[in-house]
């Protein structure tokens, strides 16, 4: 079992629908939690970074993390063509060594 | 499924020193492998493509002559940072590309030079 399982994908939804992206895990001493984005031949992006649990929001962007289900969540509001994309999550305990997640490729549709 | 390792996992290194950071694809074999830098918090940054056999290809403002990339086999590349300086302590991180194109990250190298 991987440490952290996250579905591949695609997932392909309509323009302007919420989008639910997850990944779960399975090592309790995680604390840090990160979601990234990466477009075709670029580095990823971090979009998001938690610490410990609960939900964050930066604008159309919210993570929550469930450590009592070792559960992480990225919702998108108001989906663009432009979040099309592959986003990974990635996850750390105090070594810092990142865990992350296969990647789900996200699939905006006009 | 798909595993990439990185060796050391933390270095901490004088000024003036060489330092080599090894990325393994440990189950599958990878022709490309990329090297990415990350500050604290912030996105990761391409340095550069790693081909296997050939020269790699590093990105607009990368000093290919200070961050020696060696792709010699399928499985493995090396990163060497040449006559480290503080200014080069990051978070390296390297990805493997299995055929076709799943990107496989690697847990990162923490490079400190004092």
């Known amino acids: 079992q991987k440490e952290v399982e996250q579905d591949p994908g695609p997932l392909s939804v309509p323009e302007g629908a919420i989008v639910s992206l997850n990944c779960t895990y399975s090592n309790s001493a995680f604390q840090y939690f990160m979601w990234y984005r990466q477009y075709s031949r670029k580095g990823p992006e971090l979009l998001m970074y938690t610490y410990s649990s609960g939900n964050k929001e930066d604008g159309r962007f919210t993570a929550q993390v469930d450590k009592s289900s070792k559960y992480i969540s990225l919702f998108i509001r108001d989906s663009q063509p432009s979040d099309s994309a592959t986003y990974l999550c990635a996850m750390s305990d105090s070594n810092y060594q990142l865990i992350w997640g296969a990647g789900t490729k996200l699939i905006i549709k006009p | 499924g798909a595993v990439v390792s990185q060796h050391p996992s933390w270095v901490i290194c004088k000024s003036g020193t060489s330092v080599k950071i090894e990325c393994r694809s440990l189950?599958?074999?990878?022709?490309?492998m990329f090297w990415y830098r990350q500050f604290p918090k912030q996105s990761l940054m391409l340095m550069a493509t790693s081909n296997e056999g050939s020269k790699a290809t590093y990105e607009q403002g990368v000093e290919k002559d200070k961050f020696l990339i060696n792709h010699a086999s399928l499985t493995l590349s090396t990163l060497t940072v040449t006559s480290a300086h503080p200014e080069d302590s990051s978070f390296y991180i390297c990805?493997?590309?299995?055929?076709?194109?799943?990107?496989?990250f690697g847990p990162g190298t923490r490079l400190t030079v004092l």
């Open positions: 990805s493997a590309v299995e055929v076709p194109d799943t990107q496989y």
């Open positions: 189950d599958f074999q990878a022709t490309t």
